[in-house]
């Protein structure tokens, strides 16, 4: 799935066997999955460039840069912030897709299919946490038996 979101491309730079790649992947989706859980509380939404483990794993390298600005992320002096109004539900999905079942990184909610007539209707909202906003090109499609 992380190759078919629209940020397959700068995640296709990324290995899950190469444990540098996947350690900088779960710190991206720590710090992701904190932002998305507690949208209004700005310290999950701010990164001081300088920290070490950040720095280390993250932002000492271009492809992890260009994933966390890609995201949302803006420089702000010694900072990068994610502002209030962008949503990372869908990176963090992306990030969690490739990583796995066996990551490390926090658990969130992965999308089910199952195959069938379809049975009900299913209404997504921003309180569902699923999706927040979506590209104008997203599709979706259930099934349900």
Wanted: proline fraction near 6%.
């Amino acid at each position: 799935m992380a190759m078919d979101s629209p940020f397959g491309s700068v995640l296709s730079s990324f290995s899950v066997s190469v444990q540098g790649d996947k350690d900088c992947l779960n710190l991206i989706s720590k710090y992701l999955n904190n932002a998305d859980q507690h949208p209004g509380e700005e310290k999950y939404r701010r990164i001081r460039k300088g920290n070490a483990r950040f720095n280390s794993l993250v932002w000492s390298r271009e492809d992890a840069r260009n994933l966390m600005l890609l995201t949302g992320f803006e420089e702000e002096g010694d900072f990068i912030a994610l502002p209030a109004s962008a949503s990372c539900t869908l990176m963090l999905e992306a990030i969690r897709s490739l990583l796995g079942p066996s990551s490390t990184a926090p658990n969130v909610a992965a999308p089910m299919v199952s195959t069938g007539t379809p049975s009900g209707t299913l209404k997504l909202s921003r309180d569902t946490g699923l999706v927040d906003r979506p590209p104008a090109d997203m599709q979706l499609t259930l099934k349900m038996g």
